[in-house]
Each structure stands twice: as C-alpha cells, then as structure tokens.
C-alpha cells in the first residue's frame, strides 16, 4: 500500500503546474449562489464539475434538478446537485465512501477590500499562496478530488475504495433543496446504497500548522425578541418617562440572559450538555493550539479564559449564547431624540450535545416569559424562534478516523489533532443521520484561510499535500478493519 501512496504522490507532484491550472479555471467562474445575476455562471460550474468528473473516470453523472427559486425578486432555476460514481477493477468487493463538497462561492468584489482580482487565481510564489474566491471554499477541495483521481489513472494505480460524490451549488445559500433530495434519494434511489462510510472536505485546520480531523459540530437556535408599545414612535421631550419603553424593556431582558464572561443565564441548558470525559480532555491538551493563536485571530487580547483548554472547549464542546443586534434602533450617525415604538433584539445559541432546538426553545421560552412578568411593562412582548440545527458528533474511534489518521501521519509526518466545530454545516448532520453512518470532516486548508472574506486563499502546499492526503486516505480506508 505505502508504494501505490508513495506513486500517486510522486504523480500529482509531477502534476502541480496542471492542478493549479485547473483550480486556476475554477476560480474564474463567478458561481456565486446568492445572485440572480450569476446564477448563469453557478450551472456553468456544475457543467464544470461534471466534465472534469467524467475526464478522471467517473460514470453515472447526473445532474439532480431542484426546481425554482424566487432570488432578487425574479424566478430563477436552482443550480443542479451533481451526483457521480467511480468504481474500477473488483468494485463489488471494495467498501464505498460518500463525497460531499460545494461548487458555490460567496460574492467577493475587488473594491470590497481585495489585493487581487477575487475570480482570478494569483499565486503568489513568495508567499507559496493562492489567492482567489472559492480557492479553499470549497472549490480547492473539492478540486483536491479529481486531482487525486488523476494521479492513480496516470500512476496505474487502481483506486482501492468506490467513491460516490454529491456536489451542490447552494451551500453559501441555505443549501435550498438538498435535505429533501437527500432523504428521497435514501428512500427511493439507489444511489447511497452500499455506502460505508462519508468523508466532506469543507472546513480548516485548527491552525496553521498542524493538520486536524474534526468529528463534531455545534448545532444554533436563533431567536428574535419581539417588544411594541406605542403605536408610532414618540418625542422622548414630551413622552420620556410617561410610557413604558420598548427599547428599555428588551435591555433587561437581554441582559438577563448571558454574563460578561459568557455565562447562559437560562435555566437548564447546562444540565442539557453531555459531561466531559477524560478521553475528550485529554484531545483538548494535546492540540497544537496558544492562547495567542486565538488573540490572532480575534485581534485583540480579549480571551474570557487564560489558558488554551479552556479556550478551545468554550468554542468546540460548550454552548455559547451570543446578541447580535437590535432592528428598529435608531444606528445612523447623529443625536434623535426618539423613543421606538417596536424594536426587535436578536440573538443566538449555539448547541452541543445532547441539546435538541426543541428543547432549548422550550427553556428559553419558558425563562424569558417569567423574566418579562417581572418587568412589570404593559409593552407586549412575542418571542420568535427561527429554525434551528443541531449539534453533530461522531466517534473518533471509527476505523473511519483511524484510516484518515494514518493517512495524515504518512503524508505530514505528525499525529492529527481531533477538533470539534464551533460553527454548524447542516448538511453533515443530514448525511449522518440519514444513511446512518459514520461521517468524518477532513479539512484540506488552514485556519487562515479567510474563507467568506477579502483576500481569501489556499496554501499551494496545502493544496498539493492535501490532494495526496485523500489518496492516502482512501487507500487506508481500503486496509481498515470495519
């Protein structure tokens, strides 16, 4: 085995002018799923996707339609999810993973702050740095694929596993459809039969250094805080102190449910998470991660704990409650003596395990109800809970990590870290729990990256290593016990 890996690496170095290239041809395609105006350029990309799946062997390439959308006030047709097969040699014998990535970017303009064209690849050779929208969300990734299929075709290298890959175009738009497809594929079709095991490329390292495998997500419950009093806004000069204030009530309110240092001050929503182990603690001290890293990240040095065990659990294991903002507010600049009639507060929590959004609802339902009764405000008060995700977690211990494990100890030389998410990718989530097995997340790109921002990029050694690192993977996965 180590000589078919030691191959198909040789190989895809030999190709490394031909997949930067290739990720070059990529990134000039604007898919950007939130526009109507592109919406054009995201089916040109998935017509992309399925010529170069077909140019590295793939069969059975579909486009599954989705139907319309209403997107910029006109009716749009939503972008295909491609579907594909690749299976060679004793097919039947070998085990099968499920590929999910993404062919949509985020919109990216060269006045919103860019160095560079954000729709054409710049390497930078100084810096060893691909610059360009979609290089490492998640077009690089998902390109990580058919470079590494490339490479066993060219190396005579028979690939070890099947592969099914499912490439959307509306993950950085609500992945519109793909839950529903999903389930009446399992149900219906018979495309996910015969998978062992899922495999999405679609998140960082924890740092720039040293490569991670993450097995959990955090789930959200988003929540907006409905307070109206008055029936019009009012003179503060001739009413301040005569009327209950909206904006005065939502104050206390919000500040009843988290403290400075990040405590949730709702009943019953810590005695919902699942307890640590020693096990689990023990992967949060042995993370190539600094208290410093996180005041990189941050800019500033505003850490609530000082020590990195800490850190890394507030933000991978532990909920968090957070208050994004207040719709209605006066916000412009200058002074108005207004007092508003309605306003909105917004805010979030993010899940762990064992949180469900139903039951989170319930508890802060129930705690800002008893809250508003103390207020005493003759305002009337309606709570909106906006659809919430859950948490994911997976087994770390699954030959489905051991594999990727190994293939990361051969391709880097080092041992990865396990990570969990603070963030949510609601499609994991649905694979796992749909075709009921085991779903690791291996990401390709650094912490770094600057993914949805100005400037974003991939790492050509990033790039390179990470296109070896799921060949290894695979034939790791070939030899692993199930």
Request: proline letters at 5%; glycine letters at 10%.
């Amino acid at each position: 085995m180590s000589s078919a890996i030691d191959k198909v690496s040789a190989q895809i170095d030999a190709n490394r002018a031909g997949v930067i290239q290739r990720l070059a041809d990529a990134v000039a395609i604007p898919s950007v799923s939130g526009d109507a105006a592109h919406r054009p350029q995201v089916i040109q990309m998935a017509q992309w996707m399925a010529k170069s799946l077909e140019g590295v062997g793939c069969e059975n390439i579909k486009f599954k339609e989705l139907g319309k959308q209403t997107l910029d006030g006109q009716e749009v047709s939503l972008p295909p999810v491609v579907f594909a097969d690749y299976r060679e040699g004793k097919a039947d014998a070998k085990k099968t993973v499920l590929v999910y990535g993404h062919y949509d970017v985020q919109p990216a303009l060269k006045s919103d702050g860019w160095n560079t064209e954000p729709f054409k690849l710049e390497y930078d050779e100084k810096t060893g740095r691909l610059y360009g929208r979609g290089s490492t969300d998640d077009k690089g990734p998902v390109i990580g694929w058919i470079n590494m299929l490339e490479a066993h075709r060219q190396a005579g290298v028979e690939l070890p596993v099947n592969l099914k890959f499912v490439f959307e175009g509306m993950e950085e738009s609500g992945s519109v459809g793909l839950d529903e497809l999903i389930a009446h594929e399992h149900a219906q079709g018979s495309f996910f039969k015969g998978v062992d095991a899922c495999c999405i490329s679609d998140n960082y390292w924890l740092g720039t250094k040293k490569p991670c495998l993450t097995h959990g997500l955090r789930g959200v419950a988003y929540f907006k805080l409905h307070i109206s009093g008055p029936a019009a806004d009012l003179h503060s000069g001739l009413f301040g102190g005569v009327v209950h204030e909206p904006m005065t009530d939502l104050f206390a309110i919000m500040s009843k449910l988290v403290t400075p240092q990040g405590d949730i001050l709702i009943p019953g929503i810590k005695e919902l998470v699942t307890p640590l182990t020693d096990e689990e603690f023990k992967r949060y001290q042995v993370m190539d991660f600094s208290v410093q890293d996180m005041e990189g990240a941050t800019g500033s040095k505003t850490t609530i704990a000082d020590d990195k065990e800490k850190i890394l659990m507030a933000r991978m294991r532990y909920p968090s409650l957070s208050l994004h903002g207040i719709e209605g507010a006066f916000s412009e600049a200058g002074t108005k003596t207004v007092i508003p009639a309605k306003i909105v507060g917004k805010f979030s929590l993010r899940l762990v395990p064992d949180m469900t959004p139903a039951k989170v609802n319930e508890l802060v339902e129930a705690y800002i109800n008893a809250e508003w009764k103390k207020l005493g405000s003759k305002n009337t008060l309606r709570l909106e809970a906006e659809h919430g995700g859950k948490p994911w977690l997976a087994d770390p211990n699954h030959w489905n990590y051991e594999a990727a494990a190994k293939a990361v100890q051969k391709i880097y030389g080092v041992a990865p870290d396990y990570t969990r998410e603070g963030g949510s990718i609601p499609v994991a989530l649905t694979f796992a729990e749909t075709l009921g097995k085991n779903l690791l997340l291996l990401p390709l790109g650094r912490a770094d990256d600057g993914a949805h921002s100005t400037n974003e990029k991939i790492d050509v050694s990033n790039y390179v290593e990470g296109s070896k690192l799921l060949g290894a993977y695979l034939h790791e996965i070939a030899a692993a016990t199930a």
